[in-house]
């Protein structure tokens, strides 16, 4: 029976249950309707959250929900943050993808008000006496998470001042009930589609030489669909996310997430890609070490799983390419043999 707790990230009313012990530790799953569900050990509560700021704890409830289902431990926490939220455009974006997914085309709905997030906020932080109904605000809770808004302020901005004044993808029928126009819908084809993005492919990996042929085979399958392969090494500390990350993914049309080793950054980056609907392909090495550390949401995903030999590479290699040409297309790129070269790193 799940039990009635306060979420440990973002202290909304949410539930805890037990899901199983691991090495004599009890771990428990979390389902939170801002945070959505994550895991976490029983005897790490999350204790030093409070201590990051308001604001970066709401970042890290959004950034939990693209991860979906994720191990929250104090260290995933420290290496996590500080996160740098989307900006005001791709909130906009998600918040139109929100609505576009709620309700159907040319629907009227209605959305929240400044003043009742602002109250809503309160009342989840236990600011306030406000009386509340809980089940009456998770949808609301859901679309803050979503959208990474932390309060009623920047929400009027997002939506309001952006969304419908500007961009004009939303109508008002009257008072708090809307609907999308057709710049809405226009918009919502032009992020499915992402012509004006350029055709290439971020490698997210664990960045260790031992990886090399890996990236390798990564970097040959990205060039042999026609498109440009891009890897950061930032120099930053491993499993940090800085601006280059960021800026790579928003530029590319596609990123290959390999979980092999079960890198931090990983699954931000692999979040953070699907977020702005970018297509995403799940790789991991064929090693039990690594199947068994996937975290369940990942899971799901149609992974290809990868041997670490001259088949089992060549394998992944015609699987990526099928993979890129079916979904965004064969790209335009082409390469010279030493121009090919110049995007492989030295093996071993
Ligand atoms: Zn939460």
New binding site residues.
């Given amino acids: 029976m799940p039990t009635e707790i306060r ?6 009313p ?1 539930q805890e249950k037990f899901i199983a012990a691991e090495a004599g530790e009890p771990i428990s799953g ?1 389902t ?5 569900e ?1 895991r976490i050990f029983d005897k790490e509560p999350l204790d030093n959250i409070e201590a990051k700021g308001r604001a970066q704890r709401l970042f890290f ?1 959004s950034w ?1 929900r693209e991860q979906g289902g994720i191990l929250v431990s104090a260290e995933l926490v420290d290496k996590t943050i500080p996160i740098t939220p989307p900006t005001v455009h791709e909130k906009a974006v998600r918040l139109l993808r929100w609505f576009t997914s709620k309700h159907p085309a040319g629907h009227h709905f209605k959305v929240p008000g400044e003043d009742q997030i602002n109250n809503i906020v309160r009342w989840q932080f236990e600011e306030s006496n406000v009386e509340i109904d809980p089940s009456g605000v998770g949808w609301i ?1 859901e679309l803050l ?1 979503e959208c990474w808004i932390n309060d009623g302020f920047e929400y009027y901005m997002v939506f309001n001042d952006y969304a419908v004044e500007e961009m004009k993808w939303f109508f008002q029928v009257k008072d708090q009930t809307y609907r999308i126009g057709p710049i809405g819908f226009i918009q919502i084809e032009k992020e499915r589609s992402h012509p004006d993005l350029e055709e290439m492919i971020f490698i997210a990996m664990w960045m260790n030489p031992k990886m090399n042929r890996a990236y390798n085979t990564f970097a040959n399958a990205v060039m042999d669909a026609g498109y440009k392969p891009l890897r950061v090494d930032t120099g930053h500390p491993e499993g940090t996310i800085d601006d280059a990350i960021i800026s790579g993914i928003r530029h590319a049309k596609g990123i290959v997430a390999d979980f092999t080793r079960r890198r931090g950054g990983v699954y931000f980056e692999a979040g953070f890609a699907l977020g702005l609907t970018r297509l995403v392909i799940y790789t991991c090495k064929d090693a039990k070490a690594d199947r068994d550390e996937l975290h369940f949401d990942v899971e799901h995903r149609p992974f290809i799983f990868w041997k670490d030999t001259n088949p089992g590479r060549l394998a992944l290699k015609r699987k990526i390419t099928e993979r890129i040409e079916a979904h965004l297309g064969k790209g335009h790129q082409s390469f010279t043999e030493t121009e090919r070269n110049g995007y492989l790193l030295p093996e071993e």
């Avoid at 939170?32 to 959505?36: D, Y």
């Fill in positions: 979420c440990y990230v973002c202290n909304s949410a979390i939170c309707p801002r945070c959505g994550y409830s939990l809770l998470g």
